[in-house]
């Protein structure tokens, strides 16, 4: 198997002089563009494995290139934004992104979201359905948690939440993907969800006032760590 | 005619009488009598009698109460005088002679008075149609008013042509005002409020007093009073609508000034998280696979955060400035500024980056003046003028011209460069927009024409593009702005 394609589109061109050099020395076959048009005429060359999309672009905002994306690509999408508003990444994530670093990052941040990222498309194409991080094992198709050698009993919405965040394992889930998940409806209170990841916590967690597998992203969502 | 009817000259006491009234009632009276007279010894005593009555009911129909009482008293003189026996004598003859005598006084003065009264229900009728219509005509006037001048301008307009007294309009602010009774009327006092020689009406707004309207002399009737009422009423209206009027205008500048913020804070962050991200990556891209980069990739990380750290200390130069002209400044300070000084200092500051581009100055235009803060007009053409040189090759030239347009100043800034496409035109002055070029050519923050646009609309004026300027390339910056007298009018 040859080495992960992966695109970065950023206006930046002194981000892109350190991003290239450093992602393509971590293993990785790097393609760079500066805008929209030119991420679009590199989508259509050379798919690439994984985006690396900055939300501000000259020529068209990141959002809508997102969006366009979309429509004809399921490849694993990172935004990478200098826009700390939560509203922009919860619009971003839910428009199709697989996950979110802010601006500035470090590059070992960045890439374990590369990894993760591409670890879950690995997952999703080759069927797996066992997610494993640290003593937590979840069995989707057995519809089996343990922790440990110990099974832990779930009540089915404590079981549909733990499920979403498996499937995006690693990687920020919104608010709103989890009261879909758990409550079949994204109006639903976000105060619900936060007593049920409580309750998560309680089970799964070590320490649940110190979370390690469950993290919160304030004011966007959740994530369960990728192991 | 259409002399200015003067709604209380006299007393609304309607037993009065013009001298027209008085010369027609008295005419009137002597043709009766005349005929009376006459026809005496035809009619006999109650066939004059009537003739007289008849006068009286016309002297008071025609002339009012006050004729009808007069004509009455001086017909039942006459009668008695002259036409009752004994003739030429106020006696009377026999008791039988008294009957009629009663019977036409009394049917005389009554008639008088149906007469007289029905005459003057007509003119009453008549005066409050009038000061209806003047009411309105106050009302119209205050209503259409704009601002506090036009309402004391309405006032003395309709103090010369409707009152007998002078009157005066004084402001309630802030607990304080120069005029004694309107402290006394706006500080709690009953309204209206009497003194020996004026009556002050307080004006009350949306919240509490703004002000009094002051009458110089005391009104001479009950309708002048209810009329100062009324025209008290409607200058309160309009002093309120005016009032809010002025809160909407400056809710709206301060919203305009805090997206201006918005529009700065914004900026800042982008500014300054570009260049940490490269930063950061680099450091961290050191640390986490020194092994893996060669020496050429590690010298050109190091180099990038050695450049990026130039970067945000250009920045944060420029945030301090920004600073500088924000603290305490928004809204801004408005003086009055020679565009040609203004413009060569902004040429001043920006030739050290200009490379060896010429700028070349229009006409001298020394009398053109704008009224603006003075940094950020300096700011404004300094940021358009950098565009200019950042888009512009190495040796071209710059010009700038300043003239009077009409309701304002026009300053245009043209340069030779790329020039910038059609659609791109408005989105220029986007915020973080910058038109899509080669990988090649220059990149500025994407800010510069956002804050000038955000400046010059601050100051009252407008900024737009023209592209290509001539030739089929290059660029106009045109940026309009208000002459000093339309601006602080």
């Known amino acids: 198997m040859s080495d992960p394609h992966i695109l970065i589109v950023d206006d930046e061109p002194s981000l892109l002089a350190v991003l290239e050099p450093v992602i393509g020395a971590a293993g990785y076959r790097v393609t760079t563009a500066i805008d929209a048009r030119g991420a679009l005429a590199a989508l259509a060359h050379v798919p690439p494995d994984l985006i690396l999309l900055d939300l501000g672009l000259p020529d068209l905002d990141g959002k809508a290139l997102l969006a366009q994306i979309r429509r004809t690509s399921a490849l694993p999408v990172i935004v990478i934004s200098a826009r700390h508003q939560e509203s922009e990444k919860i619009a971003a994530l839910d428009g199709g992104a697989d996950d979110y670093v802010d601006k500035p990052f470090e590059i070992g941040e960045l890439m374990a979201r590369v990894r993760a990222a591409l670890r879950r498309r690995a997952q999703v194409e080759a069927k797996v359905s066992v997610y494993r991080a640290g003593e937590l094992t979840i069995d989707l198709g057995a519809r089996l948690v343990t922790l440990g050698s110990e099974k832990v009993r779930l009540s089915p919405k404590e079981f549909s939440l733990l499920t979403a965040l498996a499937a995006s394992a690693g990687q920020v889930v919104t608010h709103r993907k989890l009261l879909l998940a758990g409550w079949g409806a994204e109006t639903a209170d976000t105060q619900y969800l936060r007593v049920y990841i409580g309750l998560l916590r309680q089970k799964i967690e070590a320490d649940p006032s110190d979370p390690r597998l469950l993290l919160s992203e304030p004011g966007v969502g959740y994530r369960l760590s990728a192991g | ?489």
């Not at chain 2, 009032?243 to 500048?253: F, K, W």
């Not at chain 2, 301060?254 to 700065?264: S, V």
């Not at chain 2, 070029?437 to 601050?458: D, H, M, N, T, Y």
């Open chain 2, 1 to 489: 005619m259409t002399v200015p009817a003067r709604l209380f000259a006299v007393s609304d006491l309607r037993f009065r009488l013009s001298g027209a009234q008085l010369l027609l009632t008295l005419a009137i009276l002597g043709l009766s009598f005349v005929v009376a007279f006459g026809a005496n010894d035809l009619l006999g005593e109650v066939g004059s009698a009537l003739v007289l009555v008849l006068g009286i009911m016309l002297a008071g129909a025609t002339s009012g109460l006050a004729a009808a009482i007069l004509a009455a008293f001086a017909a039942f003189l006459l009668y008695n005088f002259y036409l009752a026996e004994p003739v030429l004598t106020f006696r009377l003859a026999t008791g039988r002679d008294i009957a009629p005598l009663v019977a036409f006084n009394l049917c005389a003065l009554m008639a008088g008075i149906l007469a007289g009264r029905l005459r003057n229900r007509a003119e009453s009728i008549r005066d409050s149609n009038r000061r209806l219509a003047s009411l309105l005509a106050v009302s119209e006037a205050l209503q259409g008013a704009a601002s506090l001048d036009d309402i004391e301008r309405a006032l003395s307009a309709i103090a010369a042509e409707q009152l007998t007294v002078r009157l005066a309009l004084h402001r309630w602010r802030a607990g304080e005002s120069d005029c004694t009774l309107t402290r006394a009327v706006c500080g709690g006092g009953a309204s209206p409020l009497r003194s020996s020689d004026a009556i002050a009406y307080r004006l009350d707004g949306g919240d509490g007093p703004i002000g009094a309207l002051v009458f110089q002399d005391l009104p001479a009737s009950r309708e002048e009073e209810d009329f100062l009422t009324a025209l008290a009423n409607v200058t309160a209206l309009a002093l309120a609508r005016v009032a809010l009027a002025g809160q909407i205008a400056e809710s709206r500048a301060a919203a305009r000034t805090e997206e201006l913020k918005t529009a700065l804070f914004s900026s800042i962050s982008h500014d300054f998280r570009t260049p940490l991200t490269a930063i950061s990556a680099s450091a961290s891209s050191l640390i986490a696979y020194r092994a893996q980069l060669d020496e050429e990739t590690s010298q050109h990380l190091l180099r990038s955060i050695v450049d990026e750290c130039d970067r945000l200390n250009r920045f944060t130069a420029n945030l301090l400035e920004i600073s500088r002209l924000q603290a305490g400044q928004m809204p801004v300070a408005r003086q009055v500024l020679g565009v040609d000084e203004m413009i060569g200092a902004a040429v001043q500051q920006v030739r050290p980056r200009a490379g060896s581009r010429r700028f070349l100055r229009g006409a001298a235009a020394p009398d053109l003046q704008v009224a603006a803060d003075a940094a950020l007009f300096e700011l404004v053409l300094v940021n358009v003028l950098e565009n200019a040189i950042r888009y512009s090759a190495d040796g071209s030239t710059i010009s700038i011209a300043a003239q009077p347009a009409p309701d304002g100043c026009r300053i245009a800034i043209e340069d030779e460069g790329l020039g910038i496409p059609g659609q791109d035109l408005e989105r220029v002055f986007d915020r973080f927009y910058r038109v899509p070029r080669a990988e090649a050519s220059p990149q500025g923050s994407g800010l510069g024409l956002a804050i000038a646009k955000g400046f010059v609309e601050a100051l009252g004026g407008s900024i737009r593009a023209e592209s290509p300027a001539r030739d089929g390339q290059g660029t106009r910056i045109l940026i309009h702005l208000p002459l000093v007298e339309a601006a602080t009018r």
